[in-house]
């Protein structure tokens, strides 16, 4: 048996929302309360790996690292498809619909998706560089969208790619005579 020339990869995705008003306000507690049921589905969707969870709850709604008003979501999924799955065809739908009354419209990303070897639990701040890097630069092998993704593959080919080659070691410089 012959080893794959590309290891086993994981997709991360992270969005970020900004809420249109503080998370403890009664025009919030319609999204609260989709909070664990859409929780629960993720945890019990095939391909889903692993979610952040502040230490000691439930979700994340508690970290705010992009900002007091900014809810974060970061996930880890076997693949593009188990991803898309959970978001478009479950209960999470409902949750995105209804979005435009808990979250203000973004003018730029708020979603990113990046491959991670199997195993890898990506943090935050890595998260948002991924996000940044997807801002600044737009869709790439290193931060993408599902509207302008790279398969595993062509993401470490990519990534590959534009790691600048070793420059070659000097000769030593030639004596004058």
């Known amino acids: 048996m012959t080893a794959s020339p590309h290891p086993a990869a994981h997709l991360a995705q992270l969005n970020v929302a900004t809420l249109l008003h503080p998370f403890d306000d009664p025009r919030i507690a319609p999204f609260v309360e989709m909070l664990d ?5 993720a945890d019990g ?5 692993w979610r952040l969870v502040e230490e000691g ?6 970290l705010r690292p992009a900002g007091e008003n900014v809810i974060v979501n970061l996930s880890v999924w076997e693949n593009q498809e188990a991803l898309w799955d959970f978001a478009y065809r479950s209960g999470h739908l409902e949750v995105m619909r209804r979005r435009r009354e808990w979250f203000e419209r ?25 996000l940044a890097d997807l801002r600044a630069h737009g869709p790439s092998p290193r931060a993408f969208t599902f509207a302008s993704s790279y398969s595993a593959v062509e993401a470490a080919e990519g990534l590959r790619a534009a790691v600048p080659a070793r420059p070659a070691e000097a000769a ?6």
């Open 45 to 49: 969707t095939p391909g889903f790996v």
């Open 57 to 62: 709850g439930a979700d994340a709604t508690g």
């Open 106 to 130: 973004h003018v730029e990303a708020h979603l990113v998706l990046w491959w991670i070897p199997a195993g890898h639990i990506p943090t935050v701040t890595e998260a948002l560089e991924r």
């Open 172 to 177: 030593p410089p030639t004596p004058r005579t």
């Open 37 to 41: 049921p859409v929780n629960a589905a």
